[in-house]
């Protein structure tokens, strides 16, 4: 009886060429299995439509948008999550999407996973350290293994009549949280990107010619409500990658190490998770103390590090969690940011949970006797100024 394989496939060039390669050279039987966190319909319909073409392929279109956004964006948020500078996206939803397809390849007795991952990125990493951690199932990358370039898998698919549904020159992924563009002349970090990759955010030319106020509400510190609208956060992300993409704000041209080793020039689109992460951080400034602040920069750049490196299932992520959860308690209340060609300020901040005093902070106040600083004033930094009478 031939082994069935259960594909991560979204209906690009290297997932299709894997189902033949998987077909010949590993003789098994192949369901596909594409996971719906936000790539939109368009995408969706493409993977089914190709994985019908390829050969009438057993496929799974599974919508895992809400689970995408509550679970792992949500997390995201509260822990202020970017890796050098970019909200992570690709990096939240591939754990989701490794165990969405555990779940497919288990009901369908598969005794394998396969995907399209090459030796040189970082998703190779995410899903297989998940399948491994939650399941017994066998690994295969025929790309990895047989050690395939991009023109070798294009002649490839050409001999085996592979149409391929999509002319895109450069690899992009795509999910509610952002955009990742690669390839082609975006390689090279001395080519400027060219304005037509970009789909979500407008340049700093095009952008709005006026500011505008955006209002963000939180709740333990998930956006509940924009522009006073109370609404599921799945509509909210995108209504803010609507809104601070129009302003020119989310656009990210870094150069990346990756989990290899190599350095690789990156170009990511996230102008909601830049609005809501800063929203979110303008709110924390307002209701976390001095000391708790300090800790969730630390464990925001831990917490991201975790993600990036395929750690999800790593316990000191869940431990960051629990402790997260616990200080987004206060995180409640109001922020409206101002945006403006790329720029993006708080401008109101609100909160039952505040530690901001007028009164303690106004000029005005006479309760408090300035006086009664001065004894502290003397003692701040006496060591330091015993060393300097020492030895000057």
Known sequence: MTDKVLLAFSGGL?????????????????ITACVDVGQGEEEMEKAKNSAANIGGLKHYNIDAKEEFANEYIARGIKANAEYEGYPLSTAFARPLIALKLIEVAEKEGATAIAHGCTGKGNDQFRFEAVIRAMSDLDIIAPIREMNLTRSEEKAYAESKGIKLSYDKIYSIDENLWGRAIEGDVLEDPANEPPEDIYEWTASWEDAKDEPEKVSIEFEEGIPVAINGEMMPLVDIITKANEIAGAHGIGRVDTIENRMIGIKSREIYETPGAKLLIAAHQALEELVLTTDELRFAEYMSTLYA?????????????????????????????????????????????????????????????????QREVEGMIKHHGIQAANYQKLNR
């Open 14 to 30: 290297d997932t299709s060429v894997c189902v033949k390669l998987l077909e010949e050279k590993y003789d098994v039987e192949v």
């Open 305 to 369: 590090d975790l993600v990036y490196r395929a750690l999800w299932q790593e316990p000191l992520r869940e431990d960051l969690d629990q402790a997260i959860d616990n200080m987004q308690e206060r995180v409640s209340g109001e922020v409206v940011m101002k945006l403006f060609k790329g720029s993006i300020q708080p401008i109101i901040r609100k909160s039952p949970f505040s530690l901001h005093s007028i009164e303690q902070i106004t000029f005005e106040d006479k309760e408090t006797d």
